[in-house]
């Protein structure tokens, strides 16, 4: 397909577990950005990137969480020793960059994640 | 700081009703953009309009409309002959630039789940 792909789609971990949740923007789509969404909530920014640049990770709540884009394409965000309240769903979205005169955010279906 | 209020939770209408959702926002930005997005059941966030600030136009597309008003600092949607597959939790969103790199992040509001009763 050509939109914006996230794995697992679904993830339970027990508290303490660390976890990786997958994102594959959309071809050519230079940003990339991570939200999260907690039950009954809008989207919360985590993160974004610029090809393999991170260039603003204000949103992250704590050090245990992490994100790379190594290669400028497919994104992981790494949570480490999940806890109860990283319990969301975690959404990724891609645009074009400044170059491409579009400010659209795709965003992918998510990836729900629930810490037992 | 920026802040998107969506004061109505829910909202429930019958089939072919019309229906507006409520948006106010807050920024200290002189230049910024106005977004509304849709999310079906599915959970996936669908763009339906992105608004300049300077762009005070009403805008029309289909069944949608959108009234955006700077003096009162609030971005109104309205759905004119409501259906079914309109039933979804709308967001109404607010950018704010990422420095100097171009692009933005989005401040959400808390959504407000529209259910359309046939």
């Known amino acids: 397909g050509a939109g914006v792909s996230q794995s697992p789609r679904y993830k339970v971990a027990k508290r303490g577990q660390d976890v990786a949740l997958r994102c594959d923007p959309i071809?050519?789509?230079?940003?990339l950005f991570w939200y999260q969404q907690a039950l009954g909530q809008g989207p919360e920014f985590l993160t974004y990137?610029?090809?393999?640049?991170?260039?603003?990770k204000s949103g992250l709540p704590s050090d245990r969480f992490f994100a790379e884009r190594p290669e400028g394409s497919v994104s992981t965000l790494k949570i480490q020793r999940t806890q109860q309240e990283d319990s969301a769903v975690y959404l990724c979205?891609?645009?074009?960059?400044?170059?491409?005169?579009?400010?659209?955010?795709?965003f992918g279906p998510g990836t729900r994640l629930t810490v037992t | 700081a920026q802040k998107v209020t969506q004061a109505q939770t829910e909202i429930s209408v019958v089939e072919k009703e019309d229906v507006t959702l409520d948006c106010v926002y807050e920024?200290?930005?002189?230049?910024?953009?106005l977004f509304w997005y849709k999310q079906p059941p599915s959970g996936e966030l669908v763009f339906l309009i992105r608004?300049?600030?300077?762009?005070?136009q009403n805008e029309i597309s289909g069944r949608y409309s959108w009234n955006f008003q700077k003096s009162t600092s609030s971005f109104n949607f309205t759905i004119t002959a409501s259906q079914v597959v309109d039933s979804a939790v709308y967001f109404c969103?607010?950018?704010?630039?990422?420095?100097?790199?171009?692009?933005?992040?989005?401040?959400f509001g808390t959504g407000t789940r529209l259910t359309i009763i046939p």
């Open positions: 979205a891609s645009s074009l960059d400044r170059a491409g005169d579009s400010y659209e955010q795709y």
């Open positions: 071809s050519g789509h230079v940003s």
């Open positions: 990137f610029q090809n393999e640049a991170q260039l603003d």
């Open positions: 920024t200290r930005d002189t230049t910024y953009y």
């Open positions: 608004r300049n600030s300077f762009d005070e």
């Open positions: 969103a607010l950018s704010e630039a990422i420095a100097n790199f171009g692009n933005e992040k989005l401040t």
